[in-house]
Antibody, heavy 122, light 110 residues
Framework: EVQLVESGGGLVQPGGSLRLSCAAS????????MHWVRQAPGKGLVWVSR????????SYADSVKGRFTISRDNAKNTLYLQMNSLRAEDTAVYYC???????????????WGQGTTVTVSS | QSALTQPASVSGSPGQSITISCTGT?????????VSWYQQHPGKAPRLMIY???NRPSGLSNRFSGSKSGNTASLTISGLQAEDEADYYC??????????FGTGTKVTVL
């Protein structure tokens, strides 16, 4: 079964750090680009970051650039999101998602984890 | 990058058809055929419904269809069913090489 399982969420004080993990199984993780997407309580989906299959290319939303770092360990089939200088507005459920590639593009997300909750509060 | 604009809510009776719009700019929706649609039930992860404007993933009901005209993409649900009641989000690739989601639309089956 194709599966993504996030972990690492929790309560952290403003200015603190947290590292999220996303464990992949049931598919060849090293062949896929991956995303992180977040959703604040009662709000919509917001794209956070993307990484290519070998980890050599990354991109970020302006709201997290310079504070968050996406990375991956293909030997461990795991995606990461290192979050530093956390703010109250980073409070959200964080989802990892696999990029779906059709014959013409790789532009959507076809497998999602169940999410991990990050709460930034003093 | 501003979120794509969707109506906050759309409703319809069982069996009817509804359409959800997703309005962006010439830097995202208008310039790329990389618009996706996602369905999200409360407390659940999103589910891919449409990719590349109008394509359905394997196994997805043909009651869901997508289209695009200019800077606006649309998702149509025909033969509305109770299980279609959920939040729907569009997404697009952008000229900044990043992605943007829509504001989300709550679909209610009356």
């Amino acid at each position: 079964e194709v599966q993504l399982v996030e972990s690492g969420g929790g309560l952290v004080q403003p200015g603190g750090s947290l590292r999220l993990s996303c464990a992949a199984s049931g598919f060849t993780f090293s062949s896929y680009w991956m995303h992180w997407v977040r959703q604040a309580p009662g709000k919509g989906l917001v794209w956070v970051s993307r990484i290519n299959s070998d980890g050599s290319y990354t991109s970020y939303a302006d709201s997290v650039k310079g504070r968050f770092t996406i990375s991956r360990d293909n030997a461990k089939n795991t995606l990461y999101l290192q979050m530093n200088s956390l703010r109250a507005e980073d409070t959200a459920v964080y989802y990892c998602a696999r990029v779906y590639c059709s014959r013409t593009s790789c532009s959507s997300m076809d497998v999602w984890g169940q999410g991990t909750t990050v709460t930034v509060s003093s | 990058q501003s979120a794509l604009t969707q109506p906050a809510s759309v409703s319809g009776s069982p069996g009817q058809s509804i359409t959800i719009s997703c309005t962006g700019t010439s830097s995202d929706v208008g310039n790329y055929n990389y618009v996706s649609w996602y369905q999200q039930h409360p407390g659940k992860a999103p589910r891919l419904m449409i990719y590349e404007v109008s394509n359905r993933p394997s196994g997805l009901s043909n009651r869901f269809s997508g289209s695009k005209s200019g800077n606006t993409a649309s998702l149509t649900i025909s033969g509305l069913q109770a299980e279609d009641e959920a939040d729907y989000y569009c997404s697009s690739y952008t000229s900044s090489s990043i992605y943007v989601f829509g504001t989300g639309t709550k679909v209610t089956v009356l």
